[in-house]
């Protein structure tokens, strides 16, 4: 129904896609920028563009999954062009950690979560923002595969090298303390 509306022109609808996505088109720009200015960029620069992007929207996936892909687009632009990588967020890392080091490893008491966060730092930031999506806001390889407009089998190969990078990340700084 909101799709029919949007399709139509309808603001009422970009009003309830709005309500229905903004904070998380917002949480996750952020995630990916380290920037709340930036992400709030994003977020007006996604929302203007659903009018005339909504045109090229197949129905194939969520409305929600659709708005990730742009956002995530927005984000990777924006860091192409400033030719930076941004940090993670340090809170709600316990999924990527686990996914990463294993439940046990990442609960031990030797465990450095400035070296984890410099381990995530190190991957680009399409990795780093995919596997985000993946452990942290639990979406799966389907709707990564969407957002990314990658292939379910490659999305899972990148999703297990950048976990095996992180996790040699960290031995190879452990061994070095």
Not at 70 to 82: D, E, F, G, P
Request: aromatic share 6%.
């Amino acid at each position: 129904m909101i799709l029919q509306h949007l399709l139509e022109g309808g603001r009422e609808a970009l009003a309830l896609l709005w309500q229905a996505h903004s904070a998380n088109v917002l949480n996750l720009a952020f995630r990916m920028l380290k920037d709340r200015d930036q992400a709030e960029d994003i977020l007006m620069d996604v929302f203007v563009q659903v009018p005339k992007a909504v045109k090229g929207f197949r129905g194939q996936s969520a409305l929600g999954t659709w708005l990730f892909r742009l956002t995530v687009n927005a984000c990777l632009m924006k860091l192409r062009a400033q030719k930076r990588h941004h940090e993670l967020e340090e809170d709600n890392l316990d999924a990527i950690v686990e996914s990463a080091l294993g439940q046990g490893d990442a609960k031990s008491e030797s465990f450095d979560p400035e070296l984890l966060e410099a381990g995530l730092n190190a991957l680009n930031a399409e990795n780093r923002s995919m596997l985000w999506l993946k452990d942290a806001e639990d979406l799966d390889v389907k709707d990564l595969a969407e957002i990314f407009r990658m292939p379910e089998g490659t999305i899972k190969a990148r999703l297990s090298r950048a976990r095996n990078f992180v996790r040699n990340y960290l031995k190879e700084r452990k061994k070095g303390v």
